[in-house]
């Protein structure tokens, strides 16, 4: 970056250090741009993908190839927009999200981060090497950042992109920004635009989403992301009328991850009612991110996984698969996942302490008062459940049998548990180039668009698991080299 004038120039301004920005810089540099700035409103690089486990999805990756696993993309392209009733998602976007998947994987990789398939997923790769627990990504954030300043990059951190200077004739010319050293105006042919989600814009998730959104319902560690990109955009004339969708999760218990047990209602063999006692949905789909829509739909957006204490006893059995997994210096994965809480499961279900998320007791109607439910309705959904654990067949939602067991031995135990926002996408709407685009669909010149502040990539929830961070990483490369190339 030159100073001059008192102001700077650079050949692209890259706003947001996350999942999207990081890679889009990189690649842009790799493309022969000699002066990119990096602007980061936090004090750390990294955004929520940082906060992430680093899971991608992924097709036909060198780790899928080698596991002889055997997905086509253009199923998962075809099977995709079917699943979104081809409503909300962009079929280029789709395409793009596909197609880029497994260059994606290659591209970490080639930059030393290991991937591995995931164990009963097809379509996803996992980061090898080190604990996949929340929060592990930040590493590779941090590499990723650590290369693009040692090749000349400049990432401004607690630097806040405040205004995209330009017009929807004309395109952008600079960006201002507030720094640690006062407000800047960086003058600039090309923007590319990786501000994130809005997780933490409380007003916008009210008006977006009405009826899936309430405050106090959802964990949520992302709350600095407030989609500052939708009014940077708009300013210059971009589209911030496109639809939005929120990502979730389901299975969160307590509110910080220090608390434990916090992913146990994830056991399948756990019965899981509502807050009226009724059975909802099938308990060994916890990890199918899309289940969250079942729970979003339940009173309270609650769901209530029930233990009896044979149940208990036999979590408490398993080996933990995180066991020996931390690394020095990093948090300590087990009291997030859903090895971790294991051996001190029965204390933490009956600690009065955390009654505002578990219980213990003696029989199924004190447990119902605890849930608010009728202790008839309750009574009989466990019933009917016993009965089906009894036949080895679940009549209604045909869980897998291996799951089925009854619950008889007290003490009974009730955990609460809720959706986490994973991030939001949207509104801004991209064409394939990932120019971002006027109301009447014409690109904003040389403004581009990367990561979750653009929708049209995914629908109404998570269809396939690892596919924001994915996303993001690839949109962010093709806006990097169309940058570039612009
Ligand atoms: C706990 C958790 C676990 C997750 N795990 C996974 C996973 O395993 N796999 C997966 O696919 N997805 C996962 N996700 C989601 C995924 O991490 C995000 O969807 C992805 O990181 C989005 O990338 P992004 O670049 O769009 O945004 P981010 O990574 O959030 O980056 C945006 C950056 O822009 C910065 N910014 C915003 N406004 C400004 C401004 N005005 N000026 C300067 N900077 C600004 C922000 O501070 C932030 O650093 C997870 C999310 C969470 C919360």
């Given at each position: 970056?030159?100073?001059?004038?008192?102001g700077?120039?650079?050949?692209?301004?890259?706003?947001?250090?996350?999942?999207?920005?990081?890679?889009?810089?990189?690649?842009?540099?790799?493309?022969?741009?000699?002066?990119?700035?990096?602007?980061?409103?936090?004090?750390?690089?990294?955004?929520?993908?940082?906060?992430?486990?680093?899971?991608?999805?992924?097709?036909?990756s060198?780790?899928?190839r080698?596991?002889?696993?055997?997905?086509?993309?253009?199923?998962?392209?075809r099977?995709?927009?079917?699943y979104?009733?081809?409503?909300?998602?962009?079929?280029?976007?789709?395409?793009?999200?596909?197609?880029?998947?497994?260059?994606?994987?290659?591209?970490?990789?080639?930059?030393?981060?290991?991937?591995?398939?995931?164990?009963?997923?097809d379509?996803g790769?996992?980061?090898s090497?080190?604990?996949?627990h929340?929060?592990?990504?930040?590493?590779v954030?941090?590499?990723?950042?650590?290369?693009?300043?040692?090749d000349?990059?400049?990432?401004?951190?607690?630097?806040v992109?405040?205004?995209?200077?330009?017009?929807?004739e004309?395109?952008?010319?600079?960006?201002?920004?507030d720094?640690?050293?006062?407000?800047?105006?960086?003058?600039?042919?090309?923007?590319?635009?990786?501000?994130?989600?809005?997780?933490?814009?409380v007003?916008?998730?009210?008006?977006?989403?009405?009826g899936?959104?309430d405050?106090?319902?959802?964990?949520?560690?992302?709350?600095?992301?407030?989609?500052?990109?939708?009014?940077?955009?708009?300013?210059?004339?971009?589209?911030?009328?496109?639809?939005?969708f929120?990502?979730?999760?389901?299975?969160?218990?307590?509110?910080?991850?220090?608390n434990?047990?916090?992913?146990?209602?994830?056991?399948?063999?756990?019965?899981?009612?509502?807050?009226?006692?009724?059975?909802?949905?099938?308990?060994?789909?916890?990890?199918?991110?899309?289940?969250?829509?079942?729970?979003?739909?339940q009173?309270?957006?609650?769901?209530?996984?029930?233990?009896?204490?044979?149940?208990?006893?036999?979590?408490?059995?398993?080996?933990?698969?995180?066991?020996?997994?931390?690394?020095?210096?990093?948090?300590d994965?087990?009291?997030?996942?859903?090895?971790?809480y294991?051996?001190?499961?029965?204390?933490?279900?009956?600690?009065?302490?955390?009654?505002?998320?578990?219980?213990?007791?003696?029989?199924?109607?004190?447990i119902?008062?605890?849930?608010?439910?009728?202790?008839?309705?309750?009574?009989?959904?466990?019933?009917?459940?016993?009965?089906?654990?009894?036949?080895?067949?679940?009549?209604?939602?045909?869980?897998?049998?291996?799951?089925?067991?009854?619950?008889?031995?007290?003490?009974?135990?009730?955990?609460?548990?809720?959706?986490?926002?994973?991030?939001?996408?949207?509104?801004?709407?991209?064409?394939?180039?990932?120019?971002?685009?006027?109301?009447?669909?014409?690109?904003?010149?040389?403004?581009?668009?990367?990561?979750?502040?653009?929708?049209?990539?995914?629908?109404?929830d998570?269809?396939?698991?690892?596919t924001?961070?994915?996303?993001?990483?690839s949109?962010?490369?093709?806006?990097g080299s169309?940058?570039?190339?612009?």
């Amino acid at each position: 970056m030159n100073e001059r004038n008192g102001g700077m120039t650079a050949d692209l301004v890259v706003i947001g250090a996350g999942g999207a920005g990081l890679p889009a810089a990189i690649t842009a540099q790799e493309h022969g741009l000699d002066r990119v700035v990096v602007l980061e409103k936090r004090p750390l690089i990294g955004g929520n993908a940082g906060m992430s486990g680093g899971f991608l999805f992924a097709v036909q990756s060198r780790p899928q190839r080698e596991a002889a696993l055997k997905n086509a993309p253009d199923t998962v392209f075809r099977d995709t927009m079917a699943y979104n009733h081809y409503d909300g998602v962009d079929p280029r976007l789709v395409r793009l999200w596909v197609d880029e998947a497994d260059e994606t994987v290659r591209w970490l990789e080639e930059r030393g981060i290991g991937y591995r398939p995931v164990p009963g997923r097809d379509l996803g790769v996992e980061p090898s090497g080190w604990s996949n627990h929340p929060g592990s990504f930040q590493r590779v954030m941090e590499t990723l950042a650590e290369r693009f300043t040692a090749d000349g990059g400049q990432i401004f951190t607690k630097a806040v992109a405040a205004e995209i200077i330009g017009s929807p004739e004309t395109g952008v010319s600079a960006v201002v920004a507030d720094t640690r050293n006062g407000r800047i105006t960086i003058e600039t042919p090309r923007v590319v635009l990786a501000t994130g989600g809005f997780t933490g814009n409380v007003d916008l998730l009210h008006e977006k989403f009405p009826g899936i959104y309430d405050e106090d319902v959802y964990w949520t560690d992302t709350k600095r992301l407030a989609g500052d990109g939708i009014a940077l955009a708009g300013a210059v004339g971009a589209d911030t009328g496109g639809r939005s969708f929120l990502i979730k999760e389901n299975c969160y218990s307590f509110k910080t991850k220090k608390n434990r047990p916090n992913r146990a209602s994830m056991e399948p063999r756990c019965l899981w009612v509502n807050a009226r006692g009724e059975r909802f949905l099938d308990e060994s789909t916890g990890m199918v991110n899309a289940t969250a829509n079942a729970l979003t739909a339940q009173p309270g957006m609650a769901g209530y996984a029930l233990f009896d204490d044979a149940l208990v006893q036999y979590v408490i059995d398993q080996p933990d698969p995180f066991a020996g997994e931390a690394r020095p210096g990093e948090e300590d994965p087990t009291a997030w996942t859903s090895g971790g809480y294991r051996s001190t499961l029965r204390d933490a279900l009956a600690d009065p302490a955390n009654s505002e998320w578990c219980v213990a007791a003696d029989d199924w109607p004190e447990i119902a008062r605890w849930i608010g439910a009728d202790p008839e309705a309750l009574a009989a959904s466990v019933r009917e459940y016993n009965g089906y654990a009894d036949d080895g067949r679940d009549a209604l939602w045909a869980k897998d049998p291996e799951y089925l067991v009854p619950l008889r031995k007290p003490p009974f135990y009730a955990l609460r548990f809720r959706p986490l926002m994973i991030d939001t996408a949207g509104p801004l709407r991209i064409d394939k180039d990932l120019h971002v685009l006027d109301p009447q669909s014409r690109p904003v010149p040389r403004l581009f668009g990367a990561g979750s502040v653009v929708g049209g990539w995914i629908g109404f929830d998570e269809h396939r698991f690892g596919t924001p961070l994915s996303w993001a990483i690839s949109s962010g490369r093709i806006a990097g080299s169309r940058a570039a190339r612009g």
